[in-house]
């Protein structure tokens, strides 16, 4: 199979390329996704902690922030860019997250006629 | 397009410039599968969000988000998770990058920073239950029990198969099929912190602003 010939040939050509190696695969990536993930966590708990604005866009801003942090795990940490064949698993993540979200905001929106049902 | 060249050459050779994990067919299917179960479990939270989203106001006199949910509790949760997210990235590059020394060392860090998490919230339930806040209390404080709950059990599920993971890699080295085992147990913990960071803004950030 392919794998047993391809499986020595990608760490390189030899022990001494070790080094290279780790940078041609990317901690900075990684450290750079981990700084983000921090930062835009930082921004949200300021920003709700210290109430920096109305409840209203306050929620949406921390909605968005949480949407950057989908997309820095997928992009710094999942590599769900990766794969050999067509991006399937990323139609089946964005089928899932449009149900998620239509589930979610549908039923907040049918629950806020709740007075009768409550 | 690229990518879907390679996949109509899956002869030997063509295969070489992926990551070990994608290099034979059967294990790359495999990840496929485990990117669809991750879709469908996002439909399990999704479930859970909602109810809780409809649910978080229905306190019948007891305890509100706002009495209840701890700051400095939740934040440190935050962190430790975050950062085991990092970690687990760390033992895929380390598996990428065939060290299989470091791949154990991050492994076992990512699954001690997974166990604190789950100490700190269990902590955190009981602490809730011994005030009077149990999942029987309200609508709130059983939606709320079940979301967070939830995430903690899948937590926990993935502290156990991390380790199940870490004795394989042990054992039989890096391999493409032990390669592959890393890589959708980490995708898996990158997943359940992309969870956490809606819980720690739907349930506790809102709750304690509202």
Not at chain 2, 90 to 102: D, E, F, Y
Request: charged residues 10%; aromatic residues 12%.
């Amino acid at each position: 199979m392919a794998n047993a010939s391809g499986q020595h040939t990608a760490f390189g050509p030899g022990p001494g390329a070790h080094g290279e190696e780790e940078h041609k695969h990317g901690a900075g990536l990684y450290i750079a996704g981990y700084i983000l993930s921090l930062v835009l966590t930082a921004i949200s708990f300021w920003l709700a902690l210290t109430r920096a604005m109305p409840l209203g866009p306050l929620m949406l801003v921390l909605i968005i922030l949480a949407g950057l942090q989908i997309v820095v795990q997928l992009f710094f940490f999942m590599h769900v860019t990766e794969g050999d064949g067509p991006p399937w698993h990323s139609m089946a993540l964005l089928l899932g997250l449009i149900f998620t979200f239509a589930i979610a905001l549908m039923s907040m929106w049918i629950m806020s006629f709740h007075y009768q049902v409550q | 397009m690229a990518v879907m060249e390679h996949h109509l050459h899956e002869a030997s050779g063509a295969r070489r410039h992926l990551p070990m994990e994608y290099r034979d067919v059967h294990q790359s299917l495999r990840i496929l599968g485990f990117w669809l179960f991750l879709a469908t479990d996002m439909l399990l939270f999704a479930c859970l969000f909602a109810t809780y989203l409809v649910l978080r106001t229905h306190t019948d006199g007891g305890p509100t988000p706002r009495e209840l949910f701890d700051v400095p509790g939740f934040t440190a949760e935050t962190f430790i998770l975050l950062t085991s997210s990092f970690t687990g990235g760390l033992a895929t590059l380390a598996m990428r990058n065939g060290k299989k020394g470091q791949l154990i060392g991050w492994l076992a860090v990512t699954m001690l920073l997974g166990l604190s998490f789950v100490a700190l919230e269990a902590q955190e339930f009981v602490k809730d239950a011994l005030e009077g806040a149990t999942m029987q209390r309200s609508a709130f404080l059983s939606s709320f029990f079940t979301l967070v709950g939830t995430h903690g059990s899948h937590v926990s599920v993935g502290i156990v198969w991390m380790f199940l993971t870490l004795l394989q890699v042990l054992r039989r080295g890096i391999t493409p099929i032990t390669a592959r085992k890393v890589f959708i147990v980490n995708l898996y913990w990158h997943f359940l912190d992309v969870v956490w960071v809606f819980i720690f803004t739907i349930v506790y950030l809102s709750g304690v602003v509202m």
